[in-house]
């Protein structure tokens, strides 16, 4: 979909494509990201990292290190024995967690390469790095494993002690019973073992943190490249420095991207915070970029073993998921929710499954930390469920399509409850639109005329698609505590009317991309009635922002702008009863419609909201019993999460010589619900189709068998640069949901949960002559060509 | 420590720097022109993209000696008189930025090729940004949005 930009602002902007208001400081260099601040006083970190996977930390000499020119002081773990280790703030429900976290710098044992175990803090950037080469540590090498199939295998090393088997956790959801009596009953069961690889969230930025600490009143203030940072506060004062929550200011400056890895609390950020302290100095550390593939924490990593089972038709009947998912050697903030409840509840996908059961490992390995990356657990649960979908059609020779809309939960049975959300129902959907709208767009029955032509010319060409569901704004609060969720999901928000009748909202979200100062002000704007431009959002300092849990799960619109929504409602009424009092008139005759306030039937003689501001603001005549002051806080807790669909489809041409894949064409039809402004919406398709196809076919992070991370800079790890992709043609239905008033439903991970599966249905469709039914991601050429070269065999 | 003499946006600037210094970190560092971006340490991402002596260079790859008498040209160096460049307006019309951390180093890639004249094909478009890399967008607006500048820049030429 090709959007023009609107410059002029009108009453009703929602749906508007707005430019952003952000973009003129990002677009000259004016933003100041973490790296950008500078304190006066500030030193610099560098950390010394674990070059063993596994390993005991014996003796460690600094003084070479303390000596060196320019360094300031040296510190290990033991320095920061009095720090809680971090906190596992997501364990899953209904099974015992087998916890261990890291701590701020590694005491005893480290269980990844990678793991911070000294810390350096010198005057310059260089005279810290050139100094950990003067740390000697004596280590312990200790056996390493790094596949979760094998670290559940018997003998192998255990990782922690408490973690028999290495197994963090064992949770299952759905029936098992029924489930496996369906597959018993029916006419065709597929099986396949499904590898989800590693990935790395490579967000152009990398992590850092800045800390002061000022000793007269006890107070920190840490800048942390976060997406939470109210979240990141509560964690590391409530819970690892055991202090009052008041002493510790988090400020996230410009995020340069985060994609679920700018989530979490990490050890650098407390460590920062703790330094600040030791040496009385301000101090800052920024990752480097091999840091960020060694420390920052990895998504997916899941091996599935899927059993499906159709009758002859295609009308799919049970699905069987047991999944092992690979967590890394110490848990991340949330890691044990994304593979059970983000992953296991949605495995119903967009159809209707009468017998369901998943059963999930979360394993304890060798290697980095594994938490959300953008999708969480959805586009696992998604690659099985499209990867199930055609595999049934294969199987049953139909096609694809068919199978999909045989299989559809119909337009008219939403609310649909698929029996595997603890108690919450799909809220809204038409699937049937998107997919006919995607294949109406990519011209399907041409395509597959044109492919059979192209086969006859020894040519394979291959078509995909992925109709997928996903889960939006998670929440309510009570829910998500059920599910182990330790904490709420609400999102808050003020907005103020000033004197002057500009606008001012402060949110407890985050914005790293997304922007939220543009669509918050947008819905503002739109529901006050005022210009766009004098509406300001702020975010991201705990100081000046009420709380909020941040970022991530495509929340921001569907649960933080309706916190700014329900503020707005409530700012309006306030206005009508001072503009019924301004007026001479009963409250109930006020109406409130762009922007004024005025008596029904005499819209002349009203009161506009900067009048009413204005007296509100002076109060010097007041109704009985109204405060002065336009101002609002809102707490808003769905009271379901949305549920957002679509159909994507990818056409590729495989070369059978080379193995090498080509995407030809990218065709998505998603449904966000209402969108506020298309021009965002669309780029956050755009970029998560990327990121999906990224994985279908590029990306992938390894390991050796010591542990060691072999894709550790973007030399090995290969994030899609421009020339890997097509234009990519962007389309949409709207079915807004009835969760929120907005009828938003979040568009933030729509494209990378549907693009992998589309793209590896294309190619084994591709390649479906030579009996090829499944190839592991990432489908690179080497591998498309063994796959090619084995079923020639 | 080495004496560097440079112009940088017009300007004409002098620094102390050890002989390892990058170009990068006298820019960001000794100069305080945050605007260019570090986003890896082995020369893929492209953040740092600068114009020395009017072509585009990743400012990690030279020392800051090497750059001694030229002229500089950084991302706060792209608007005069506050006036945006055409680049910088397509950029922010055609949503070609989310996080706004590659952009720096995107625009001045992008301003090399559109300095070249022509309109370009979005495959050469394509391959002149291949330096770069970008994680929010999935590039599609920014081949928009220098498809768009190269277009309004021919039709001004």
Known sequence: ?793 | METVALEVNGVRREAQVEPRTLLVELIRDHLGLTGTKVGCDTSQCGACTIHLDGKAVKSCTVLAVQADGSSVTTIEGLTHNGALHPIQEAFWAKHGLQCGFCTPGMIMTAAELLASGGTPTDEEIRHAIEGNLCRCTGYENIVRAIREAATQTAGVS
């Open chain 1, 1 to 793: 979909m090709t959007t023009e930009t609107t410059e002029a602002p009108t009453t009703q902007l929602i749906g508007k494509p707005i430019k952003r208001v952000e973009d003129p400081r990002l677009i000259t260099g004016a933003a100041k990201y973490l790296d950008d601040l500078k304190l006066t006083g500030m030193a610099h970190v560098a950390i010394l990292r674990s070059l063993y996977a596994h390993a005991r930390i014996g003796a460690i000499r600094t003084d070479a290190a303390a000596a060196h020119p320019g360094v300031i002081a040296v510190f290990t773990g033991k320095d920061f024995e009095h720090l809680n280790p971090l906190p596992c703030a997501w364990q899953a429900a209904g099974t015992e967690n087998f916890v261990a976290t890291p701590r701020a710098l590694e005491i005893d044992r480290v269980t990844f390469t990678g793991a911070g175990v000294a810390a350096v803090v010198a005057e310059t950037q260089a005279a810290a790095e050139d100094a950990l080469g003067l740390i000697e540590v004596d280590w312990e090498p200790l056996p390493v494993v790094t596949d979760p199939e094998a670290a559940v295998a018997e003998g192998a090393p255990q990782i922690h002690e408490a973690a028999a088997s290495n197994v963090v956790m064992d949770w299952t959801c759905g029936d098992k019973e029924a489930t496996e009596r369906a597959l018993a009953e029916a006419d065709v069961v597929v099986e396949q073992r499904l590898v989800n690889q590693r990935l790395i969230p490579t967000p152009i930025e990398t992590r850092g943190a800045a800390a002061q600490y000022e000793p007269s009143t006890g107070e920190y203030t840490v800048w942390m490249t976060s997406q939470a940072p109210h979240v990141m506060r509560l964690l590391m004062t409530a819970f690892v420095f055991g202090i009052s929550e008041t002493k510790m200011r988090c400020i996230a400056p410009q995020v340069g991207g985060g994609f679920g890895s700018k989530i979490y609390l990490y050890p650098e950020y407390v460590l920062m915070a703790a330094l600040a302290e030791k040496v009385g100095r301000p101090v800052k550390w920024i990752e480097t970029r091999r840091e960020n593939y060694v420390a920052t924490t990895h998504g997916r990593d899941h091996v599935t073993y899927l059993r499906v089972g159709a009758k002859k038709d295609g009308t799919i009947t049970a699905l069987d998921a047991d999944t092992y998912a690979n967590l890394g050697g110490v848990l991340s903030t949330i890691a044990p929710g994304i593979p059970t409840t983000l992953y296991g509840r949605m495995l119903s996908g967009a159809y209707r499954i009468p017998a369901i059961h998943c059963r999930v490992r979360g394993v304890y390995t060798n290697t980095g930390m594994v938490d959300a990356y953008r999708g969480a657990g959805r586009p696992e649960a998604t690659y099985a469920v499209e990867r199930a979908a055609d595999l049934v059609a294969r199987k049953l020779g139909l096609d694809p399509v068919e199978v999909r809309r045989r299989n559809f939960i119909p337009a008219d049975a939403f609310p649909y409850d698929p029996g595997l959300l603890n108690g919450l129902k799909y809220d809204t959907g038409d699937y049937e639109k998107t997919l006919s709208r995607a294949l109406e767009i990519v011209g399907y029955d041409d395509f597959r005329a044109k492919q059979e032509q192209a086969r006859k010319e020894g040519r394979y060409l291959g078509i995909g698609l992925s109709s997928y569901v996903e889960m939006c704004g998670v929440a309510p609060s009570a829910w998500a505590g059920g599910e182990g969720w330790g904490a709420g999901l609400w999102e808050s928000a003020n907005v103020r009317v000033h004197l002057t009748g500009k606008v001012v909202v402060t949110t407890g979200s985050q914005s790293h991309g997304q922007g939220h100062e543009t669509t918050m002000a947008q819905v503002v704007a739109s529901e006050l009635g005022v210009p766009l431009e004098d509406v300001t959002v702020e975010h991201s300092d705990t100081q000046g922002t009420p709380f909020g849990y941040g970022t991530y799960g495509s929340r921001s619109a569907a649960v933080g702008t309706v916190a700014v929504h329900t503020s707005v409602q409530r700012i309006k009424e306030k206005a009508r009863r001072l503009a019924a009092h301004m007026l001479e008139t009963s409250v109930d005759d006020i109406v409130y419609e762009n922007g004024r306030a005025y008596a029904r039937g005499a819209p002349d003689t009203g009161k506009t909201i900067q009048e009413i501001a204005g007296a509100a603001a002076l109060g010097y005549d007041l109704p009985e019993g109204d405060e002065p002051f336009l101002d609002d806080t809102a707490y808003y807790d769905p009271p379901n999460c949305t549920f957002p669909f679509g159909t994507h489809v990818a056409i590729v041409e495989v070369d059978a010589e080379t193995g090498e894949v080509t995407l030809e064409r990218y065709v998505a039809v998603d449904d966000v619900g209402t969108v506020i402004n298309p021009l965002v919406v669309d780029g956050q398709v755009h970029g998560g189709i990327a990121q999906g196809v990224a994985q279908a076919l590029w990306e992938g992070a390894a390991y050796d068998e010591d542990g060691q991370l072999l894709t550790s800079s973007l030399m090995e790890y290969a994030i899609p640069k421009a020339q890997f992709f097509p234009p990519l043609e962007v389309d949409r239905t709207v079915t807004p949901t009835d969760v929120n008033p907005l009828g938003v439903k979040g568009a933030g991970e729509t494209g990378t949960i549907a693009a992998t599966p589309a793209v590896v249905n294309a190619v084994v469709d591709a390649l479906a002559p030579l009996g090829i039914q499944h190839i592991d991601m990432p489908l690179t050429a080497e591998r498309v060509w063994r796959a090619i070269e084995e079923a020639k065999a």
